[in-house]
């Protein structure tokens, strides 16, 4: 019992970025249309954007303190970080601890405005162009926010740690030991899926949203600029992908190619929950999480050796011969 | 000539000469002189030229052709290597077998694939076959080590069986790949003044097999096979209406761009023979498609130039460092020096990914018939003669 709930737990984490990455494929998807091959490219720079947080914080200043020595003899260098020059020792280190969530805050604008920039600079010109062409510009631009990243950052991994009192063990019943950090992560997904479907359902803005998703045109007709609210949409697509990379850099630490790595799966995830669907994306994301991490378990390995590097490619074969609509996938979508 | 057209003739003919001239066309530089860096004619080099040629000829049959974008194509290549490895472990060093047995095995293999996800199209095939390569690779990575070697690859040993031919040669050493006899490493170096010209067995082995396999594809594309397959691009929906089932035309073609990739899967083996995962990887597959976009889908010529210069790019462009731009803009004060070096050096090296992102973005956005239709819009331009010759064909897939 305890290690079916401890692999439950386990693919819940996972589980939590698939079902945040493919979130954002289809908002894009639903709403523009367009296969964004880059969407794991906006994950990376999530987690880069706590990166360059992490640096900023850091950042200190060159103190002679005269009552000390290094090895060598010499006076020893104290660096001050200017956050706590500014606020005090206390409360500057504990700014340095939580710059992991501080920089969900940092990320939201970022993200927003480079799903922003994106949406009008390249995207926007490929609505009239076919889908492969859509496939392979976003593919281009992927290699190249990668390797600007590379540049910038180098190709290395790069710590991002949890803060203290979130980054221990916690024992949640007898026997079963996880991890707190992933625990907080499944939460803020769950969160942030809550807050992006209550904005579609709850607003008048998703409203429109919704409506532009089943007719576009119809919309128009009524007088209503849906592509300025489908470039919103974008926004938040690609901040929902970063918030995921961000609270993702403790579990993972973040590196350039970490997007490609998830890109893949994601598309497989959307494409298993129905193309268009936003339920069927985070609902097969959870599902595969879970699922990938039963066919890890031992006990089943011994039976069909391999079967967790798979078990995600073969569910998506399956469902898409069986079902070619996905799990949730509407009528009249990309058939 | 050989049953082709009179354009079509001297198309081969060029490529016949570009191949067989290769060591002469790529040595331009040399040998001793500050350029002989960006020299391209040495054998591997070289090889890799015609073998990834030959792979994106394979995957244009499939893309250019019916408009089916394939993300899993590498995975074909992967399982020509392996095979022609085996082969060397089993039989022996002859490439013969082991090049006929990879073309084989990738042919029933992506008779497989191309069976289950030809059932669905568009972007749903794409990630049908980019499911189907990931899955080969990590299978390959994994499970199927006894198979594949896992991470280490696949290599011939010094107690491999080999029945046909010998475990270690007189010396103790493992022998080398070869075509009956004439080893595939033997070059022969030629001396003209300055210049050195390499000539290599393997890469004129590979020569002729590109030759072969571009004379193939020219048949293909103007059989009424080819025309079908055109077809099916422009309107599939037609096409079933005229009582005609697209799916063994898709599945041939996508069965003969398979054997090509196991074609040079198989010869990359011969040239090396160690096989890995890593060439079964999505971004392996990512890369011929980059080739065949960047050279102009579904032209003749356009997949081998992108594969050439992709190749060319990767091996020379990453090898200009920051001391070979200091050399270059030594001619000015030293500030603007510094300047100029920052603002290339993030482009060259090992940042040559990023020109290579770069150029193919403006390619699709600006330039969908890739440089073949870059090639024919500056000749049209030299012309200034309004002629009403079509532009080079379109990349719209299949729906």
Redesign the interface.
Known sequence: MDVFLTQILNGLDKGSAYALIALGLTLIFGTLGV?NFAHGALFMIGAFCSVFLQRLLNMSYETIDPTKTDFLGNPAVVKTPYVESWFGPETGAAIIDWSVPLAVLFAIPVMIAIGFIMERG?IK?FYKR????Q???T??????L???I??LYGANPIQTPAPDSLSGVAVLAEGIVYPVWRIVYFFFSVVVIGAVFAFLQFTTFGMVVRAGMADRETVGLLGIDIDKRFTLMFGIAAGVAGLAGVMYGPINAPNYHMG?DFL?LS??VV?VGG?GSLPGAVAAGFLLGILESFASMTVVTEII??IN??II??V??II??VR?RGLMGRKGV?E | MLGLGKKDTSLLLVVVALTMLAPFILNPFPSDSAMAQFNAGYPDLMQRFVIFGIFAIGFNILFGLT?Y?SFGHAAFLGVGSYSAVWMFKLLSMNILPAIILSVIIAGLFSLIIGW?SL??T???F???T???A??SF??A????TPLTNGETGLQVNLDDPRVLGVSATADGSIPVTNLFGLEMRAAYDMAVGPWTFTFSAGYYVCALVMIAAFYLSIRIFRSPFGMMLRAIKSNQTRMNYTGLNPKPYTLAAFVISGMYAGLAGGLMASMDPLAGAERMQ??AS?EV?LMT?LGGVGTLIGPVLGAGLIKYFENIFSKINDTVLHSWFAFLPDGIEDFFVSIIH?FVGK?W??T???M??LV??FL?GGLVEGGQRIAKAFRKKEDDKPKSPS???AE
């Open positions: 296969v390249l010109h076919e889908h492969a062409d496939i392979l510009v593919f281009g631009l992927a290699i190249v990668q390797e600007v590379k540049a490609m893949v598309f497989v494409v193309m050796p391999g590097q798979i490619y073969l998506a074969i898409l011969l070619p990309m | 408009g974008l289950v059932r669905r568009g972007i749903y794409s990630i049908l980019l499911a189907f990931q899955m990590a299978l990575y994994s499970v199927l999505w971004t990512g498609v976009i993030p940042g990914h990023l290579l992102g770069l193919f973005m699709v956005t969908p990349t719209e897939p």
